[in-house]
């Protein structure tokens, strides 16, 4: 896309407000140039360390409020894993940045960064509900909204799925453009919507003793060998020791992530192989588990039908 300005689109879900804090389950993104060619998206799945709110799992009309499972988010990195990796997608240099009702957004990235005691994560973002309120009164969800304004159906992008939110948010901006003949720098001309800056949000003050405590990884050594093992999400190798994994795209349970030891052992191996380590579940081929008990569990959360499970065992006796 050569030297084109970026523009970024987000989506955020939690998996409970309890006691005012929000505790992050998603954080789902797109990048588009200024014609709307897609750049990248990805939808980074994280373990909240909480319980799932009832009213986000009960099913309604057939259908969960959320895209997955609760138990598939217990599978991938807690937030203080995927902090760098958020706050490099969300401190780039864009043309600007938008969500949907965005306040809540800035206000979840809030929540988990106070809530790990991390460095703050300031931005500010164009609210494209805001803007659809101010070009034709509409004041709808995400998915509602987009199908009224375009008038069809989007069978291909799923409620509630962060990444896909954030693909219809950028639509809607799309459609808003298109209706008035102008790009995206046009648009934030004509609009009278401002940005919702992160240091504007309301931050509801709780109790120190209110707040969960986080689980942290004292020991340096440990923490560096986790952020070893993260290296390795999404990474091929250009030069394999050997094809015997090639182009081979696979997951790692967290329960063998607990022994990183022994995970490190095996994404080595696996990347001198030829494998590809996949951190989104469905873009995997096999999910490798650490025994029966971890493939009796994950039976009953995964989609055996898209994923196969299999054991250590099977790569152990080759990584010696």
Known sequence: MGDKIKYLFFDIECANSFDGICKMCSFGY?????????????????????????????KKNGKAKLAYPPEYFRMFQTFPFQYKEIRRILTQNYGAIFGYAVKNDLKY????????????????????????EEYDNISKGLLRALKELT??????LVNHNSEHD????????????????????????????????YESVD?????????????????PELREKNDLFNTYYDKKNDNPQSLKYENLM?????????DIELALKLVSHMFDGGGVMNNALGDSE???????????????????????????????????
Request: contains cysteine; glycine residues 0%.
């Open 286 to 320: 096999i999910l490798i588990v650490l025994d029966e008990k971890d493939k009796e569990r994950l039976s009953s959360i995964i989609d055996l039908t898209r994923v196969r499970l299999v054991q250590i065992d099977e790569f152990v006796k080759r990584m010696a």
């Open 30 to 58: 797109a990048i588009f140039d200024s014609d709307f060619n897609k750049f990248e998206s990805k939808d980074i799945l994280i373990d909240p360390e909480d319980e799932f709110d009832w009213h986000l799992i009960k």
């Open 203 to 219: 931050k509801k003050i709780v109790k120190d003793k209110q707040v969960p405590k986080p689980k942290k990884i004292e020991n």
């Open 250 to 258: 696979y997951s790692v349970s967290v329960v063998i992530k607990k």
């Open 151 to 156: 008038n069809r159906e989007f069978p291909e």
């Open 166 to 197: 954030a693909i219809m948010t950028a639509k809607l901006l799309e459609n808003l453009c298109k209706q008035m003949e102008t790009d995206i720098n046009g648009y934030l001309e004509l609009t009278e919507v401002e940005t919702v800056k």
């Open 109 to 132: 990235i809030y929540d988990s960064t106070t809530r790990y005691s991390l460095n703050p994560i300031y931005i500010e973002a164009y609210d494209l509900e805001k803007m659809l």
